[in-house]
């Protein structure tokens, strides 16, 4: 018997059930809220978004932060794939506000990488917070 929806975890907010695309929302907020070496039996799960924190971010810093969270995301979450990342040319105040645009593959923990549509994840980073909705 197939397992209708691989995607159910556990809400990190209220520890309701959580499937679908908010888990992998989820997931990905969890993913760049974690530094390497951070969890003791997964050392290299997570990601060095988090050493953006507390830089200035200037329209170099742009290019280092982006690749950070692609290569994340290609290595940590199979269910997303990245297909554009948007700028938006702005950076203020030490603030960076990018649009991640993907296909969202459900299916991908089981091996299947059918695609099921465009999704885009929000990730705001400032000098002390990143934000991922």
């Given at each position: 018997m197939a397992l209708a929806n691989p995607s159910?975890?556990?809400?990190?907010?209220?520890?309701?059930?959580?499937?679908?695309w908010p888990h992998v929302a989820q997931s990905l907020r969890d993913i760049f809220l974690t530094r390497f070496g951070e969890r003791v039996m997964?050392?290299?799960?997570?990601?060095?978004?988090?050493d953006a924190l507390g830089r200035n971010i200037t329209p170099s810093e742009i290019l280092p932060v982006i690749a950070s969270i692609t290569?994340?995301?290609e290595q940590w979450e199979p269910r997303y794939r990245?297909?554009?990342?948007d700028a938006g040319g702005t950076v203020r105040d030490g603030r960076l506000t990018l649009s991640i645009y993907g296909r969202y593959r459900p299916r991908a923990l089981l091996g299947d990488m059918t695609?099921?549509?465009d999704r885009s994840v929000t990730f705001a980073l400032t000098e002390t917070a990143i934000v991922v909705e």
């Amino acid at each position: 018997m197939a397992l209708a929806n691989p995607s159910v975890g556990i809400n990190a907010d209220t520890g309701a059930r959580i499937e679908g695309w908010p888990h992998v929302a989820q997931s990905l907020r969890d993913i760049f809220l974690t530094r390497f070496g951070e969890r003791v039996m997964r050392e290299w799960y997570g990601s060095f978004v988090l050493d953006a924190l507390g830089r200035n971010i200037t329209p170099s810093e742009i290019l280092p932060v982006i690749a950070s969270i692609t290569s994340a995301i290609e290595q940590w979450e199979p269910r997303y794939r990245v297909v554009n990342v948007d700028a938006g040319g702005t950076v203020r105040d030490g603030r960076l506000t990018l649009s991640i645009y993907g296909r969202y593959r459900p299916r991908a923990l089981l091996g299947d990488m059918t695609e099921e549509g465009d999704r885009s994840v929000t990730f705001a980073l400032t000098e002390t917070a990143i934000v991922v909705e």
